[in-house]
């Protein structure tokens, strides 16, 4: 079987295309597939969810402090006291995010690496979440933690 000159031209033409798009990225510093570089430090960026107004799920409302943009809730994968205010990096399904620790609240949660804890406060730019109530969520179900 002989290729035709057609043939072999819609060859190297897709051949070329299929390259051109692995490659173009990597030339504009946007790679197709991130490498694994194995760098520790991932940040997830977050930001609440945009709701309709016809809903009556609370989200609407600045004020409820009930609200999914108000509550976040997973494991501590890392903390660092000795920034100011101290920072955790919270393990959660959608992704990690950092959290500022405001009003004391590393001492007074006695939050420490591998808890799982709920905090409530706001999304801060970069989608750090700067929380204002941390609660350690423990086994038995107590998750009250004021003192």
Known sequence: ?????????????LTGGIATAMAL??????????????????????APMLQDD???DGNDDPTNDNSDERNIEGQ???LHKD???PEARIGMVGGDVWARLYNEQ???????VGDYVHMQGEF???????????NVIDDDGDNDNDD
């Not at 079987?1 to 033409?13: P, S």
């Not at 990225?25 to 520790?40: C, I």
């Open 1 to 13: 079987m002989r290729l035709t000159f057609g043939q072999l031209a819609r060859m190297l033409l």
């Open 25 to 46: 990225p990597a030339f504009v510093g946007t790679p197709l597939m991130p490498a694994n570089d194995g760098s520790p430090a991932r940040v997830a960026l977050a």
């Open 54 to 56: 016809d809903d009556d």
């Open 76 to 78: 501590v994968i890392e």
């Open 83 to 85: 920034t100011s205010p």
């Open 106 to 112: 590393l001492e007074r949660s006695g939050i420490g």
């Open 124 to 134: 801060a730019e970069h989608g750090i979440f700067d929380a204002y109530q941390v």
